[in-house]
């Protein structure tokens, strides 16, 4: 079954660091391009971290940017955040991009996983 | 910051067409970047309807159609059944090398 599930959510204090992780079962992480997007409470969907399949190239929201990471191996994509906010609050997704087709790469993401949630509180 | 705006809420009796409008500008649908929308149930994960403007996702019913017209793009829900009801986000790209999504949409069907 091809599929994606996110852990490593939890209750963080400001300031503190955590590492989510995003299993993939069913098909090569590294040949697909991934993305990081976030829900906070009431919020909507806010895209916040990509990395490309092919040559690993990263692009940030500037809301996390120098603060979070986004990385991979062979069939798990990380996100490491730092300097964590009350703002961050959020329940955090990964998503697969659509495959290309034979002309053309489109940006939607066409598999989620269920989220994991992370909470900063004082 | 760029920002793609949606009215906040939409609605309708069964049966009925819908549309839900997705205002964004230059620098992003307005500059050609494809349009994506997906339907999002509280407490499930994101699920997308319609990718590049227009094509519907494997598996969405020809219900769910798109269309895209200069700086905006609009979703349309023919024929609206109780089980459409949920909050609804269109999603592009921007010149500045960032994904955005729309403010989102809540459907309720009456």
């Known amino acids: 079954e091809v599929k994606l599930v996110e852990s490593g959510g939890e209750l963080m204090s400001p300031g503190g660091s955590l590492r989510l992780s995003c299993a993939a079962s069913g098909f090569v992480l590294t040949s697909y391009d991934m993305n990081w997007v976030r829900q906070a409470p009431g919020k909507g969907l806010e895209w916040i971290a990509y990395?490309?399949?092919?040559?690993?190239i990263i692009y940030y929201a500037d809301s996390v940017k120098g603060r979070f990471t986004i990385s991979r191996d062979m069939n798990s994509l990380y996100l490491q955040m730092s300097s964590l906010r009350v703002e961050d609050t959020a329940i955090y997704y990964c998503?697969?991009?659509?495959?290309?087709?034979?002309?053309?790469?489109?940006?939607?993401?066409?598999?989620w996983g269920q989220g994991t949630l992370v909470t900063v509180s004082p | 910051q760029s920002v793609l705006t949606q009215p906040p809420s939409v609605s309708g009796a069964p049966g009925q067409r819908v549309t839900i409008s997705c205002a964004g500008s230059?620098?992003?649908?307005?500059?050609?970047?494809?349009v994506h929308w997906y339907q999002h149930l509280p407490g499930t994960a994101p699920k997308l309807l319609i990718y590049a403007d227009n094509n519907r996702a494997s598996g969405v019913p020809d219900r769910f159609s798109g269309s895209k017209s200069g700086t905006s793009a609009s979703l349309a829900i023919n024929g609206l059944q109780a089980e459409d009801e949920a909050e609804y986000y269109c999603q592009s790209d921007d010149s500045s090398l960032s994904r955005l999504f729309g403010t989102g949409t809540k459907v309720s069907v009456l």
């Open positions: 230059s620098s992003n649908i307005g500059s050609g970047f494809p």
């Open positions: 990395m490309s399949g092919s040559d690993g």
């Open positions: 998503g697969r991009d659509l495959p290309c087709t034979s002309t053309s790469c489109y940006t939607a993401i066409d598999l």
